[in-house]
């Protein structure tokens, strides 16, 4: 399979990191990016729209570089808002593109939530990601509902999803 862009989007706690990190392995070469790394660098970020737009640019840059050199990228974060996708894909013109939304219930978002170390829980923030998500007008991409699935399961899935072309969304 040649080289390609992979994005794995959904809420907090719908396994968009476990699944993205799962995906690089199974590629020869391969460069995953969590977007949320990308913010972190700016220590006073606040979380705005400039800033998540901007995150979106400098992704799109790192991609284009280790793409260029041969990498599968996969990237991976909420894109709760078209114009943050919208940002990324703009600036990754010209190469094959996959989309995942992973939407696993609410239950599933609680529970894994709760699994997570105390200092990264997001309590009633995964209420409200799951309820933007939900209203989210995204609709481009191949949409899964992974609740009930282990991350090796998802993550199988996803690769037989892009071996059949599908989630291409260019």
């Keep these: 399979m040649k080289n390609l862009i992979v994005i794995i989007r959904g809420a907090a706690a719908s396994g968009k990191t476990t699944i993205a990190k799962k995906l690089s392995k199974r590629f020869a070469k391969s460069f995953h990016i969590d977007i949320d790394t990308i ?25 284009n570089a280790y793409f260029s050199k041969g990498y599968t990228v996969i990237i991976d974060s909420t894109f709760i808002k078209a114009e943050y996708l919208d940002a ?3 600036n990754l013109k010209g190469k094959p593109l996959f989309l995942f939304t992973l939407k696993p219930d609410l239950k599933e978002l609680l529970g894994r939530d709760g699994s997570r170390a105390k200092f990264r829980r997001l309590g009633d923030r995964i209420k409200m990601l799951h ?3 939900e209203r989210s007008d995204e609709s481009r991409g191949f949409f899964l509902n992974n609740s009930g699935q282990s991350s090796k399961e998802t993550t199988g899935l996803v690769l037989d999803k892009i071996r059949d072309g599908i989630g291409r969304i260019r």
């Design 131 to 133: 309820s933007a998500m």
């Design 39 to 63: 913010r972190h660098f700016d220590p006073k970020a606040k979380l705005t729209p400039e800033e998540f737009t901007l995150a979106s640019k400098a992704t799109a840059a790192l991609s």
């Design 88 to 90: 990324l894909l703009k």
